[in-house]
């Protein structure tokens, strides 16, 4: 079992916690219990409930489903999924990494990244150590020595204040690695808010001196995900709940392109037509 105590503060008013059996108590805002799992819960009940219900509706249903066991999620996920993820992804960061470091994941999903990350997200998926909201992380101030994140920024509304409790629990000369889509259909898991360039993703995280940034997936995953939802869009003939299922069928058949990636996605100029791009920094 890992311990947290020293890493670990209350999100809503920062003071340190006690551990105890049933999990870790702020003396303003009570106990934060561990579930069944192990996990620690630091959000409310009723967004627990809000959370786990809007994973479970249209779309989100199946792959919530596919996520309970998340090595055939993820092998599903790089066989058909149109982008392309084996390249510049968060292993990358390891290169700078301590091994008696602290690891966090924020928006880790079912899966991990090596057995040193510490998983957050906002739902409770199997294989996530704390169960957190990304702008209000149960963490001290400078707790970090490493932390990523891949594709969460655009699932959320206000992607500032993530990015400015990311760089609050970064220690100072920690890294971190981000990941976010540019070209990319709408895709609501549950929500999807935003898109950026690498310049636009380098203005979310000032106190960043950047060491490399580039594409994280190139422009054959962008045109093939963008076909599977246009073929989507078009073929369910105005049924919006349709749209996204057929989507997903025809990644089936799409999906696999997406290895022509690997010649293209090193092409100059390749980020002006990428789905994702990554930038990798220090804080200063
Ligand atoms: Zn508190």
């Given at each position: 079992m890992r311990k947290y105590?020293?890493?670990?503060?209350?999100?809503?008013?920062?003071?340190?916690?006690?551990?105890?059996?049933?999990?870790?108590?702020?003396?303003?805002?009570?106990?934060?219990?561990?579930?069944?799992?192990?996990?620690?819960?630091?959000?409310?009940?009723?967004?627990?409930?809000?959370?786990?219900?809007s994973h479970n509706s249209g779309i989100n249903?199946?792959?919530?489903?596919?996520?309970?066991?998340?090595?055939?999620?993820?092998?599903?996920?790089?066989?058909?999924?149109?982008?392309?993820?084996?390249?510049?992804?968060p292993r990358m960061i390891f290169k700078y990494r301590d091994k008696h470091g602290v690891l966090v994941d924020i928006g880790?999903?079912?899966?991990?990244v090596s057995e040193e990350f510490i998983n957050v997200d906002i739902f409770p998926f199997s294989g996530v150590d704390i169960v957190a909201d990304g702008k209000e992380l149960p963490f001290c101030s400078n707790s970090a020595d490493i932390i990523v994140s891949e594709a969460v920024l655009e699932h959320v509304p206000n992607p500032q204040k993530i990015s400015q409790e990311i760089m609050r629990i970064l220690k100072p000369g920690g890294y971190a690695y981000v990941?976010?889509?540019f070209i990319q259909p709408y895709?609501?898991?549950?929500?999807?808010?935003?898109?950026?360039?690498?310049?636009?993703?380098?203005?979310?995280?000032?106190?960043?001196?950047?060491?490399?940034?580039?594409?994280?997936?190139?422009?054959?995953?962008?045109?093939?995900?963008?076909?599977?939802?246009?073929?989507?869009?078009?073929?369910?003939?105005?049924?919006?709940?349709?749209?996204?299922?057929?989507?997903?069928v025809f990644m089936l058949v799409l999906g696999p392109f997406k290895y022509l990636d690997y010649f293209f996605m090193k092409m100059p100029g390749a980020?002006?037509?990428?789905?994702?791009?990554?930038?990798?920094?220090?804080?200063k």
């Open positions: 105590a020293d890493i670990l503060c209350c999100p809503f008013c920062r003071s340190g916690l006690k551990e105890v059996e049933s999990g870790y108590i702020c003396k303003t805002h009570g106990l934060f219990k561990k579930d069944a799992a192990g996990r620690i819960i630091f959000v409310e009940e009723e967004t627990l409930d809000k959370n786990v219900s249903w199946l792959k919530s489903f596919f996520k309970k066991s998340p090595k055939l999620y993820y092998l599903l996920w790089h066989i058909f999924c149109p982008v392309m993820m084996t390249v510049n992804g880790s999903g079912p899966g991990r990941s976010v889509p895709h609501a898991s549950p929500y999807d808010y935003n898109r950026w360039t690498i310049s636009g993703l380098k203005c979310l995280f000032p106190d960043l001196e950047i060491v490399k940034s580039g594409v994280r997936s190139g422009p054959w995953s962008a045109l093939l995900m963008f076909l599977a939802y246009w073929f989507g869009v078009i073929f369910s003939f105005g049924s919006q709940k349709m749209a996204p299922f057929l989507a997903h980020e002006a037509v990428a789905t994702q791009l990554y930038i990798l920094g220090r804080k």
